[in-house]
């Protein structure tokens, strides 16, 4: 017998044979192993398609992606923490954003902002917690003027939303996707949605001052 070689059972396949005391696999399985580390051509389990991954990618990245939205609900609804890093959707806008604090739940400061706001708006409206109810209905319904977190415009509104327009809710998801997307560690160009919002932001301000 070799020294400091001994005769072991291989953890893969169950072949007896010599190798050193951090070797779990034979050479034949422990080569197999090593091919399996390697990033190659895979096919989703999902949708069937291939992409290219690593031994444990088991979904092409969008299903990957749709996968873990769809464990975040489950987690949610069994009460369960969402670990850092993972996505969810703003209570506020429904965008999607990546989960940087346990306890957050909106997509960004406007959001939270506006949160706060409509529950301060419920508390001074005589917002009644027994019931779970609005003592006035009508008047939760009023409308108030809120600021567009897409254009800046002031507008009216009786609902909880933060964005003014079809347009607006539609360019800042976008946006918000493409922030999304790359705290997920995709390569996308926010500069190019900025600037698009940007530019409108100073067309809607031209518009107003004319
Ligand atoms: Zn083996
Ligand atoms: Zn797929
Ligand atoms: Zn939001
Ligand atoms: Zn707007």
Redesign the pocket.
Known sequence: MVSGKTLRA?Q????P?YGARDRN??P??AKQKKLDTVVKIRVCADCGREFPGGPRAKRCPECSYRSQLEKNRQRKKMGVKRPIGSIDRCEVCGAEYSVISGRQKYCSDACQREALLKWQREHKKGYSWKSGQDISKKERRAAVKKICVYCLREFVSDKPVNLCSDYCRAEHKRLQQCEADIKRGYNRDIGKYQKKRDEYRKKVQDSIND
């Open positions: 291989c893969s396949c169950g072949k044979f696999y034979c034949e399985c």
